[in-house]
């Protein structure tokens, strides 16, 4: 495969039905998911009232408030919540967030990686509008059009998406109701029409409905095969439903329909996921030299990154997230990992005030676990409390992502694990695992069952995760202590050695605990 030009948006991010806030109704809530428009509206009454209700609609979600500033001060209400966690219920902290995530006017980010789908539509703004880095000018242009154009289903399709892209890359979950509405305005319109299923595909995946996003996807692609957002949201459902042989086959499929960056990206994970590391970085360097936005360019070098920090190259990993922020310095995946490659470069200090700035902003459970975890190894005077911090926002964080339709078993499964409680990391592991068998998914439930005490169980589920030649030190980690708790020391021996020659800085508490782990079987020899 060789990259050509790039006309789309890469997404590999890693979720049911949700309401929305007062200011998040894009659309007629009354509007069914069938695709079929209401009696009557073929009158012209009928297109009066409608146009009178979208542009209603559009006016409450235009506050003109800087949504990132009403986001800040939400956080810090919340942060400073978190010095009472132990006496105050965290509903109303969640609730807190849940403000400032939601009162903000709805242009507070930029689109990272790329443009919306291709959209038939006269429409007077341009879905390629989306890949300008501008999401707030993109949606605001859209809003415009749409008051004057209330019946352009192209637009609502694109509207719909951009509030995907917002929700995705802020993290901002109380979006995804808002790109519901607008999507579901879109069908009714024009039943079908390829560039709103593809859209809810993209917002099935953002919520983790796998297999809805999967359904969307190959509805879309029966209406147009070659869609882009389809053929990448094909490929994201199958590889988060755990069918890496259909996800390699979607993969080749959509190279050969749509090559270009988005494809390439994911094309690079699939491989990655079968331990084909070589490959993967070489398709990555392929699509980087391709990349022409910087949308693109940060999305893809932040990938880099990624894959280079994950086999413990750390100064590679920091040259990469230098040049992802180089084209956007806000980019948060490039600005989390630049802060875990310097912690596992032993640049604490930078690492701790690098997440500090990203959690300020975007609360997390990613970010916040590892700026907790980082607190932890510290071990300076008030760090407990504040690593405690840390891990009860991520609490607050999926209460508020479950309530906009976010599945979150797995955010669950992995924090409350190490960091929460034990029963609920076992429940959740488990109902993740119930709908989708993947590498992250094994893994989870293995270290759930492990920290539960239920090792001789958690041993097939350890060994499924590192059944791929996925290269992750953690998983190895996981599954070396699981095999020393259950009698098998020369294993447990192999795969911690493993887990720290392959990334001997994978977690701040986790690898201090793997070498331990393996002193004590060295001594025990």
């Not at 400073?80 to 509903?91: C, D, E, S």
């Not at 593809?198 to 029966?222: E, M, S």
């Not at 795969?495 to 994978?506: I, T, Y």
Request: with cysteine; proline share 4%.
């Amino acid at each position: 495969m060789s990259p050509r030009t790039n006309d789309g948006a890469p997404e590999h991010e890693r979720p049911a039905s949700g309401p929305a806030s007062e200011d998040a109704a894009v659309a007629d809530p009354d509007l069914s998911e069938s695709g079929q428009e209401p009696a009557g509206t073929d009158s012209e009454d009928a297109f009066a009232v409608e146009d009178v209700e979208a542009t209603e609609a559009l006016e409450a979600t235009d506050s003109g408030t800087d949504g990132a500033d009403v986001r800040v001060a939400a956080v810090r209400r919340v942060a400073a919540a978190g010095r009472r966690w132990r006496r105050v219920q965290l509903g109303a902290c969640a609730a807190m967030m849940a403000v400032g995530l939601t009162a903000g006017a709805i242009a507070i980010g930029a689109v990272r990686d790329g443009q919306a789908p291709r959209v038939v539509t006269a429409a007077a703004v341009s879905p390629g509008l989306l890949a300008s880095g501008n999401l707030d000018t993109a949606i605001t242009a859209l809003q415009a059009h749409l008051r004057a154009q209330p019946r352009d289903f192209g637009s609502w399709a694109t509207l719909g998406l951009a509030y995907v892209e917002q929700a995705r890359t802020k993290g901002d979950p109380s979006r995804y109701p808002q790109a519901e509405q607008a999507l579901k305005r879109s069908l009714s319109l024009k039943k079908d029409n390829d560039a709103a299923l593809a859209g809810r595909a993209a917002l099935a995946a953002a919520r983790h409905d796998f297999a809805g996003a999967l359904t969307y996807a190959d509805r879309a692609l029966a209406q147009n095969p070659y869609s882009e957002r389809a053929l990448c949201s094909r490929i994201d459902a199958l590889v988060e439903l755990g069918r890496y042989d259909d996800a390699e086959k979607a993969a080749d499929l959509a190279d050969r329909r749509r090559p270009g960056v988005p494809v390439f990206t994911r094309y690079a994970y699939v491989h990655e996921l079968r331990g084909d590391v070589t490959t993967a970085r070489r398709v990555l360097e392929r699509a980087l030299s391709a990349s022409t936005t910087p949308g693109d360019i940060s999305y893809v070098a932040a990938q880099l990154g990624q894959l280079a920090w994950n086999q413990g190259r750390y100064e590679e990993a920091l040259t990469y997230y230098a040049r992802a922020l180089a084209a956007d310095d806000t980019y948060l995946p490039a600005l989390e990992g630049r802060a875990r490659a310097q912690a596992a470069s032993g640049q604490r200090a930078e690492a701790i005030k690098g997440l500090e700035a990203v959690v300020a902003r975007y609360p997390l459970p990613g970010p916040l676990v590892a700026l907790g975890e980082l607190y932890e190894a510290r071990g300076a005077q008030g760090d407990e409390e504040k690593a405690q911090n840390q891990y009860a926002l991520v609490d607050a964080w999926t209460a508020i992502a479950r309530a906009n339709g976010v599945n979150v078993d797995l955010d669950t499964a992995l924090a409350a694990a190490d960091h929460g409680d034990k029963a609920t990391a076992l429940r959740a592991a488990r109902d993740d695992w119930s709908r989708r068998h993947t590498v992250h998914t094994a893994d989870a439930l293995a270290w759930a069952l492990h920290v539960n005490g239920k090792d001789a169980e958690a041993l097939s589920y350890a060994r499924q995760a590192t059944a791929t030649g996925y290269r992750n030190a953690s998983f190895l980690y996981h599954r070396g202590v699981i095999e020393k708790a259950t009698g098998h020391p020369d294993d447990a021996r192999t795969h911690l050695a493993a887990a720290l020659r392959l990334n001997p800085g994978f977690s701040p508490l986790g690898a201090r605990e793997a070498r331990t782990a393996l002193k004590t079987l060295e001594a025990d020899q």
